[in-house]
């Protein structure tokens, strides 16, 4: 089998993940064990060896060792977290991603001022559990779900999971300027380095014959790539490591492209090329 | 020649414009004379009528008799002009409509804070000079211009020339946040009243053989409802007074619909359907 091998460009570790990361080795170089309210990133291999390197996620803040340090995860947390980490008195350093806290501010600012905040994002998410807390009384909708029609006069106010796709939000514009409103005010919360690793993905889905997306199932923007992928027409495969890949995929194919989530490490990526390269016989 | 006389519903007079009369009329029921800066309303029927009560319109401040009286126009007018007239100590009395001081307090506000304001009009309309005179620096564009890419990170601000249409804002609202942005802040700043007068302008105009506009050739809201009646397909005719009908174009026709601008006075519309009337043999 012998085929050509195409990692995308902005593929793997966003800014955020790797100020986030590093935050976390540093800490835990002077404190040698650390917790983190949830997973510190999305991503389960990057998480096992923080692990082993001594931080602990937990659930919530009172399972936090009280004379502990914890690190807040960078998709941020709610508000009413941070007040019960400080109540308990436990050490916080936060490792929250800079354009998530900008979303978090915008969505606060737009909630003092007396808008009707929106949130285009997925409402599980923690980062979009993060910004609703900034934000008592937000409403969240995804892409395929209409904005409520709001009373005449209403001032509306919206911000964006920093991961979703620009064109979403577009049409989330459409919907709320479509109705009635008096005023509306709009963040643009969308990170520009998703949209750069989304198109550049896309460009090379579309100029080769299988593609693999490197990252957390659990991880919004993985999922997100794979999708986007997906929708090119080519054979897409969404795996978290090397060792999830099936030989029998690549037969035939003669062009492989690769891409990566923002919180995908390198050595995952490097791992998987070495082994696409062993299967080409390079 | 027989057929049927439909009036659309909202037409004529909106409540600025009446409001703009009755201040004039009451004023001059004790000053006996007064001045505008250009005419008090955009229908010269009208303004023929308050020049014989002894309103004058006049091209500039320096226009206006010093110890006289002078009425602002219910377009509103630069606050450069406004100082002017004060300097000048004439009294100035203001019948600006109240939903042109909004959208001008709007633009003001987003000047002031920051925002690279937007303004959807008609570029030579006193009541977009008014509104750039309160947001120096403004960029105006109409429904067929591109609105020019802002440098990364610009906050825009968006208001709108009253009587603008709502596709036309939603279409520059999309160009704007298609482009990048960090914010835009966004003044629904369209007269409500042109809104339900257009819609039942068209809806008229669907359902009958030939449509009059009845409106100030300068009337910018009178040559919006000629121009979307036009775009149903059906005859359309914009005229001033009964006057200028003729009544070849009634020929075969046994639907007439009419409707009238927001400063068309109440008896040019009576007059126009007397004379159809006639027409009819009713």
Known sequence: ?????????????????????????KTLASTKEAFSIGPLIHNPQVIDRLRQAGLQPVDSPEAVDP????????????PDVLSRLNERAAKSIDATCPLVKKAQQSAELL?????????????????????????????????????????????????????????????????????????ARIFNTICHATVERQKAAVELATDVDIMFVLGGRNS?????????????GVDTYHIETAGELDEKWLDGKRRVGVTAGASTPEWIIEQFVSRLEKVSGG
Chains 1, 2 share one sequence.
């Open 1 to 25: 089998m012998r085929f050509e091998i195409r990692v995308a460009p902005n593929s793997g570790f966003c800014f955020g993940v790797r100020r986030a990361i590093e935050i976390a080795e």
């Open 220 to 232: 919004a923007n993985t999922n997100h790539l794979a999708k986007i992928c997906k929708a090119t």
């Open 67 to 78: 004379s502990g340090t914890v690190i807040i995860r960078s998709h941020g947390v709610r």
């Open 111 to 183: 909630a003092l001022e007396g808008y009707t905040v929106v949130i285009l994002g997925e409402r599980n998410h923690p980062e979009v559990e993060g910004l609703v807390g900034h934000a008592p009384g937000a409403i969240v909708v995804n892409a395929d779900e209409e904005v409520p029609v709001l009373p005449h006069g209403s001032k509306i106010g919206l911000v964006a999971q920093t991961t979703q796709y620009p064109a979403d939000f577009r049409r989330v514009i459409e919907r709320i300027t479509r109705n009635d409103f008096d005023e």
